[in-house]
């Protein structure tokens, strides 16, 4: 393909991709597939551990999503849309298994955030956190994501890395905004709680 000609389809809205491929065009989904595929590894990296497994749901995700593009009503965005097909496929996956998809002791709410839409750790209070924010933040915090369970996994990475808002969040996985809010502080101070215990611990 020339560059002009994927350049040009880059620029294409989400009905006329849709358009070209129902009508035929399936060289265009390789371009709905370039346009999401970020998207699509974060929650299937972020859900599913087995490297083999991701690569099959990968798939199995775009199967599902070129063979339902006609059912597409285009009340969300096209990567939205293809989110939560992901994040279905994902938790599917996960029931068959038997692998909890939220690790948690629930019981009363938390205190109120007051600050929940601060930078993750950014408020840091004491030399413990201080010294933490100093040291590869972001490869210390890549590793320490991955002891969450795989919904705090997900939520954290969708509202940090991909920074889609709540209402794309809430689409993608079915959560009520309220739920998203609290499940991400959760997932905030859960992530931040065993960061410091890790780091204290080690006297750093």
């Known amino acids: 393909m020339h560059i002009l000609d994927f350049m040009t389809q880059e620029k294409l809205t989400d009905q006329e991709l849709v358009k ?25 990296y972020k859900m ?19 063979g339902k593009l006609g059912s597409f009503k285009f009340k969300a965005k096209l990567s939205t849309w293809i989110g939560t097909i992901t994040y279905n496929t994902c938790l599917n996956y996960l029931e068959k298994k038997k692998i909890p998809i939220l690790q948690v002791a629930e019981g009363k709410e938390r205190e109120a955030w ?3 839409e601060s930078e993750l750790l950014a408020n840091a209070n004491n030399q413990t956190e201080v010294e933490l924010l100093k040291k ?4 210390i915090l890549s590793v320490a994501i991955e002891t969450l369970s795989p919904l705090y996994q ?5 509202y940090h890395q991909e920074e889609l808002s709540y209402k794309e969040i809430g689409t993608i996985t079915g959560l009520a905004e309220g739920t998203l809010k609290s499940y991400l ?13 890790k780091y204290k611990k080690e006297d750093l």
């Open 20 to 44: 070209k491929v129902l009508e035929g065009d399936t060289q265009i989904f390789q371009t709905i597939i370039a346009n999401t595929q970020g998207l699509v590894v974060s929650i299937v």
């Open 48 to 66: 599913i551990k087995n490297p083999e497994d991701r690569k099959d749901l990968m798939q199995e995700v775009y199967l599902k999503v070129y």
């Open 114 to 116: 007051d600050s929940i």
């Open 136 to 139: 590869e933040r972001v490869q």
């Open 154 to 158: 997900t939520i954290i990475t969708l």
């Open 185 to 197: 502080y959760r997932a905030r101070k859960q992530l931040k709680d065993n960061l410091l215990a």
